[in-house]
C-alpha cells in the first residue's frame, strides 16, 4: 500500500507575524516544543518500523517548523527510508538550508512561501536560489494580495523558469478583486484559477481516508485536515482497518491541500509526482517550450 500522509504536530508558534495568520508571531514554551519533538520523533520511528508500506508525507505545521532542527532532522531520517518515497514541508524560508545535504534531494521537497511584509525578496530569494544550487526540488508562492504585485513581478522574474511560483488567492477578497488583478495573478501562475474555487465536494469520492490521511502528534488518523471527525490511530495496532474508500462530507473543499485528491478533479494528473509540493507535472518542461 502506498500512503500519503498530511503531518500536523502541536507546534503552533511562527518567528513571523501575518495579518492574517492566526500563529503569527505565537510562541510556545520549551515544554510545549518538547511536546511536538518527542511526538515528531514518535512519528518519525512509526514510519521507520512500517516498510510493509510505502509513504509519501507532507509536513503541514500550524506554523513555522523548519527553524527547529528536529524537524529538519526528521526530513534528513524519512528521506533515508527506503520504504518512504517523498518527504516535503511547507516553510518560510527562514532557517538555514545546509542540513539538506544530508537528505536523500530525490526524495526531498520543499513547499516555500515568500512574506512580503516579514522578509525582503532579495533574502526570500537568495534562499531558492540555494536551494536550486543544492539541487532540492521545491515551488515557491505568494498570498495573492493585489499590493505586492510588484515584489510578485520581480521575484517571478529573478526565479529561475523552471521554479514553479503559484499565488494563493484570498478567497474572501475575490468578489472585491478586479478583472486586472485576476489576469495579473493568472499570469504568474496559470493554474491561480485552480485555487480560487470552493469546490462541490459532499456526497463526492475523495482519496482522502483510503490512500491519503491526516494525522496529528497524539498519532490520530482523520480523512483530511478539514473533516475533524477522527478515522483511528495510527499507534494502534488495527490502524490499517481505518482505510477505506468513503465520500466527503463536507459541502466544498477551496485548500490545495484538500481538493487536489477529489477523485472528479483529476489534478492528479495535472500535478503528477509534484502533488505534495505543489508542483505541475513537467513544469520545467513546460517553462522551455
Not at 106 to 130: G, I, M, N, Q
Not at 157 to 176: D, F, Q, T
Amino acid at each position: 500500500m502506498h500512503l500519503t500522509i498530511l503531518y500536523r504536530g502541536p507546534i503552533i508558534s511562527c518567528n513571523y507575524g501575518c495579518e492574517y495568520c492566526p500563529f503569527a508571531k505565537r510562541q510556545q514554551s520549551a515544554a510545549e516544543l518538547a511536546v511536538d519533538r518527542q511526538a515528531l520523533e514518535q512519528f518519525v520511528n512509526w514510519v521507520a518500523q512500517h516498510s510493509q508500506h510505502q509513504f509519501s508525507i507532507l509536513f503541514t505545521p500550524w506554523g513555522e517548523a523548519l527553524i527547529h532542527n528536529w524537524y529538519q532532522q526528521a526530513l534528513v531520517q524519512l528521506t533515508q527510508i527506503p520504504h518512504v518515497h517523498k518527504a516535503a514541508i511547507q516553510t518560510n524560508l527562514s532557517c538555514q538550508l545546509d542540513w539538506v545535504e544530508e537528505c536523500n534531494k530525490d526524495r526531498l521537497a520543499l513547499w516555500a512561501t515568500f512574506h512580503p511584509e516579514w522578509v525582503s525578496r532579495d533574502r526570500f530569494l537568495s534562499k531558492c536560489l540555494e536551494l536550486d544550487r543544492r539541487g532540492v526540488r521545491f515551488s515557491a508562492g505568494v498570498v495573492g494580495f493585489p499590493k505586492y504585485k510588484d515584489e510578485i513581478t520581480n521575484l517571478r522574474r529573478e526565479l529561475p523558469n523552471h521554479v514553479y511560483l503559484w499565488i494563493n488567492a484570498v478567497k474572501k477578497e475575490l468578489p472585491n478583486l478586479s478583472t486586472q488583478d485576476r489576469n495579473f495573478f493568472e499570469s504568474i501562475d496559470p493554474l491561480y484559477e485552480l485555487n480560487t474555487q470552493h469546490y462541490p465536494s459532499f456526497g463526492r469520492a475523495c482519496r482522502a481516508g483510503e490512500s491519503v490521511i491526516s494525522v496529528d502528534g497524539d498519532g490520530k488518523m482523520r480523512r483530511c485536515h478539514f473533516i475533524k471527525e477522527p478515522i483511528g490511530n495510527i499507534y494502534e495496532r488495527d490502524w490499517e482497518t481505518a482505510l477505506c474508500d468513503r465520500l466527503c462530507t463536507n459541502q466544498t473543499c477551496h485548500c490545495h491541500i484538500g481538493y487536489v485528491h477529489l477523485d472528479y478533479l483529476e489534478l492528479d494528473k495535472v500535478f503528477g509526482s509534484g502533488i505534495l509540493e505543489r508542483i505541475p507535472n513537467n513544469w520545467a518542461l513546460q517553462r522551455l517550450r
